[in-house]
T-cell receptor, first 114, second 111 residues
Framework: GAVVSQHPSRVICKSGTSVKIECRSL??????MFWYRQFPKQSLMLMAT?????????EQGVEKDKFLINHASLTLSTLTVTSAHPEDSSFYIC??????????FGPGTRLTVT | GQSLEQPSEVTAVEGAIVQINCTYQ??????LSWYQQHDGGAPTFLSY??LDGLEETGRFSSFLSRSDSYGYLLLQELQMKDSASYFC????????????WGAGTKLIIKP
């Protein structure tokens, strides 16, 4: 099956710093990648959709200047949380797809902002 | 608006059969997917139904009735490792492959 990696798996950073999370599709070309945020015991909240080579489409209420998304190639997308604050602490998950509705998820990144 | 309804929690006994229902109201419909998520992990794909009927994959089966806007996930011969949250998700036309997610059903399995 398709494999998606995500790095780092856990990160602790100080308030005001920026954190970059990488999402890679290892054995297929991901035409579309999704970034989600998930709070404990809640469903996935879609933050943005990115297509290779074009700007990400952000969901309502998600600050595009705070959550920078880059989808530079068919196998790599990055999410940068800029000027992180404690309320940004969450579980961030990426998923990838190649022109189908089956999404392959990365293992997630647990971000803690102190 | 667009919404999916599924029970928040279901409890079953090891070895038994459990059904997790999902009803949806969306502006369009392509198919219904099911994902499994263990605590601390990421979702993994279980099944996708675009046509009415039952799809079987090992111990798991998924059913869809488009006319009733309803589907379910059936888990047989439950094992303790099946304890997880299960999410239904709908794909719609013109959505750039996005999914509309249900809130998830936590499946608790007792020995």
């Amino acid at each position: 099956g398709a494999v998606v990696s995500q790095h780092p798996s856990r990160v602790i950073c100080k308030s005001g710093t920026s954190v970059k999370i990488e999402c890679r599709s290892l054995d297929f070309q991901a035409t579309t990648m999704f970034w989600y945020r998930q709070f404990p015991k809640q469903s996935l909240m879609l933050m943005a959709t990115s297509n290779e080579g074009s700007k990400a489409t952000y969901e309502q209420g998600v600050e595009k200047d705070k959550f920078l998304i880059n989808h530079a190639s068919l196998t790599l997308s990055t999410l940068t949380v800029t000027s992180a604050h404690p309320e940004d602490s969450s579980f961030y998950i990426c998923s990838a797809t190649h022109r189908t509705y089956e999404q392959y998820f990365g293992p997630g990144t647990r971000l803690t902002v102190t | 608006g667009q919404s999916l309804e599924q029970p928040s929690e279901v409890t079953a006994v090891e070895g038994a059969i459990v059904q997790i229902n999902c009803t949806y109201q969306t502006s369009g419909f392509y198919g219904l997917s099911w994902y499994q998520q263990h605590d601390g992990g990421a979702p993994t794909f279980l099944s996708y139904n675009a046509l009415d009927g039952l799809e079987e994959t090992g111990r798991f089966s998924s059913f869809l009735s488009r006319s009733d806007s309803y589907g379910y996930l059936l888990l047989q011969e439950l094992q303790m490792k099946d304890s997880a949250s299960y999410f239904c998700a709908v794909s719609t036309p013109d959505s750039n492959y996005q999914l509309i997610w249900g809130a998830g059903t936590k499946l608790i399995i007792k020995p």
